[in-house]
T-cell receptor, first 111, second 118 residues
Framework: GENVEQHPSTLSVQEGDSAVIKCTYSDSASNYFPWYKQELGKRPQLIIDIRSNVGEKKDQRIAVTLNKTAKHFSLHITETQPEDSAVYFCAASIGNTPLVFGKGTRLSVIA | DSGVTQTPKHLITATGQRVTLRCSPRSGDLSVYWYQQSLDQGLQFLIQYYNGEERAKGNILERFSAQQFPDLHSELNLSSLELGDSALYFC?????????????????FGAGSRLTVL
């Protein structure tokens, strides 16, 4: 089955700097790649997603890139703010199969 | 409020006991997923139901079982509980399969049920 690896497990950045989180997946048939943000004690919430027919997608300060050949995708957060501090999860799925999640990255934005 | 309702929010019980976690999906969503999140662990997929039928199974222990009822709410039953079962259990729902032809399985999560086994 699908396996998703996520790096780094923790990331600290200064406020205003950029943060990059990377994920790799194992099944070349995967075609949907969402990113979820989980604040402390809260539920995971979808922040951005990308499908396999697109190489990059942006939404204000966040962007996701996908390299199907290398089977990896990345989350980029620019101009980080303290409220960006959270755990971020990447995931992958094939069609409407259940999402397989990475183990998460704890992002700390230092003011 | 995501529209996915989970009860109870917190549950403390003893080893060997049995508990039931309940989930009501967003209005109109036919699919329900259960995920387990242990300390410093990712989200482990347990089981999926679609319109009352089991659709996919993940790393769900034999001591655990689930079902989805005609009104689409779902229950996750955990029995013979062990210390290691202490975790946050999330339910998520997604749109009708007919909306997923493009391959976007967008999940909306509930607030979770935190289980502590002592």
């Amino acid at each position: 089955g699908e396996n998703v690896e996520q790096h780094p497990s923790t990331l600290s950045v200064q406020e205003g700097d950029s943060a990059v989180i990377k994920c790799t997946y194992s099944d070349s048939a995967s075609n949907y790649f969402p990113w979820y943000k989980q604040e402390l004690g809260k539920r995971p919430q979808l922040i951005i997603d990308i499908r396999s027919n697109v190489g990059e997608k942006k939404d204000q300060r966040i962007a996701v890139t996908l390299n199907k050949t290398a089977k990896h995708f990345s989350l980029h957060i620019t101009e980080t703010q303290p409220e960006d501090s959270a755990v971020y999860f990447c995931a992958a799925s094939i069609g409407n199969t259940p999402l397989v999640f990475g183990k998460g990255t704890r992002l700390s934005v230092i003011a | 409020d995501s529209g996915v309702t989970q009860t109870p929010k917190h549950l403390i019980t003893a080893t060997g006991q049995r508990v039931t976690l309940r989930c009501s999906p967003r209005s109109g969503d036919l699919s329900v997923y259960w995920y387990q999140q242990s300390l410093d662990q990712g989200l482990q997929f347990l089981i999926q139901y679609y319109n009352g039928e089991e659709r996919a199974k993940g790393n769900i222990l034999e001591r655990f079982s689930a079902q989805q009822f005609p009104d689409l709410h779902s229950e996750l039953n955990l029995s013979s509980l062990e210390l290691g079962d202490s975790a946050l259990y999330f339910c998520a729902s997604s749109a009708k399969l007919s909306h997923l032809h493009s391959g976007a399985n967008v999940l909306t999560f509930g607030a979770g049920s935190r289980l502590t086994v002592l």
